[in-house]
């Protein structure tokens, strides 16, 4: 006869009271079922557990060892019980993330390091798309939820600002430039400029350029590209200069410089979005994280 947990139960109850009485008492049973499930608990081990007499109940040395094995093999239930209650009552599944690729100089990454911490159920997969197909992915479903610069959102949408930031000048380390500690946008009248095509984010685009045309400069767009962090690596190689939101400055590159403008006053934004019609319990918690996530950057 194996072993059941409720014998190991009545006998871990027992050998903390050392009494009978009081032993059914708090489990809830009269006395002879416990002297019964002792005595085949004793039999099964093939050894005495406890010694009684009339006047007092007491451990053997065996009994000892195995109180404390039995309650080192409880506790480790328990809490293998608790462990499955909590897995099974938290969301799980995939969670599809849409992000462009300067949102890892953002909140993104804390904010995806304290989901998988809180939430090890929900697998999370990261897709590169830039802001408007993002907009269009995440209104017909095909991502939970996405990190955009701010544009014209559907009204089926609903977002979070993660970021409301200055532009600064971004300039190759060796320009003629490079040392000063700020700019203005006459500075950059004549300079080669990098900026997103307008096909993939007109709504930039035209602010980038109304800053501009209201100094009275047309800037020289010498190239257009996809991506900030392309950006950033064209000025790199001494392909021109750009206006570039202040959290690319984390990039890490040494040879580029960031420099503050003193009359670009356009700030840039950029969001988390999702369609709040759609029920989904990991994307909700993720956008826990994310406020979580700003306020502990706003705390520093």
Same mark, same amino acid.
């Given at each position: 006869m194996a072993l059941t947990f409720r014998q190991l139960r009545y006998f871990l109850i027992l050998s903390d009271e050392l009494h009978f009485g009081r032993a059914a008492q708090r489990l809830h049973i009269s006395q002879p079922p416990l002297s019964a499930s002792l005595r085949q608990l004793e039999e099964e #081990?093939?050894?005495?557990?406890?010694?009684?007499?009339?006047?007092?109940?007491?451990?053997?040395?065996a009994g000892e060892i195995f109180q404390r094995q039995t309650r080192r093999l409880l506790e480790q239930l328990e809490d293998s019980r608790q462990l499955v209650k909590r897995a099974a009552s938290s969301p799980s599944g995939l969670l599809k993330v849409g992000f462009t690729p300067a949102m890892i100089f953002r909140c993104l990454p804390r904010a995806l390091h304290l989901l998988q911490e809180q939430q090890p159920g929900i697998d999370i997969k990261l897709i590169e798309k830039n802001s408007a197909i993002q907009v269009e992915a995440v209104s017909e479903g095909q991502l939970d939820i996405g990190f955009i610069h701010s544009m014209p959102l559907p009204e089926k949408l609903t977002s979070l600002m993660i970021a409301d930031e200055p532009f600064l000048c971004c300039l190759p380390m060796h320009h003629h430039m490079a040392r000063r500690t700020r700019l203005s946008l006459n500075d950059l009248r004549n300079e080669?400029?990098?900026?997103?095509?307008?096909? #993939?984010?007109?709504? @930039? @685009?035209?602010?980038?350029?109304?800053?501009?045309?209201?100094?009275?400069?047309?800037?020289?767009? @010498?190239?257009?590209?996809?991506?900030?962090?392309?950006?950033?690596?064209?000025?790199?190689?001494?392909?021109?200069?750009a206006l570039v939101p202040r959290s690319l400055a984390q990039t890490g590159l040494s040879s580029v410089v960031f420099i503050p403008l003193d009359d670009a006053r356009t700030q840039h934004q950029s969001h988390c979005i999702w369609a709040p019609d759609t029920e989904n319990p990991g994307r909700d918690l993720l956008i826990d994280c994310v406020r979580t996530s700003l306020q502990s950057e706003f705390a520093l």
């Open positions: #081990l093939g050894t005495r557990l406890l010694d009684r007499n009339s006047k007092q109940v007491k451990l053997t040395p080669p400029m990098v900026m997103f095509g307008r096909d #993939l984010a007109p709504h @930039y @685009y035209d602010r980038i350029l109304s800053l501009f045309r209201v100094a009275d400069i047309e800037p020289r767009i @010498y190239h257009e590209v996809s991506h900030w962090l392309t950006i950033v690596a064209l000025v790199s190689r001494d392909m021109g200069v």
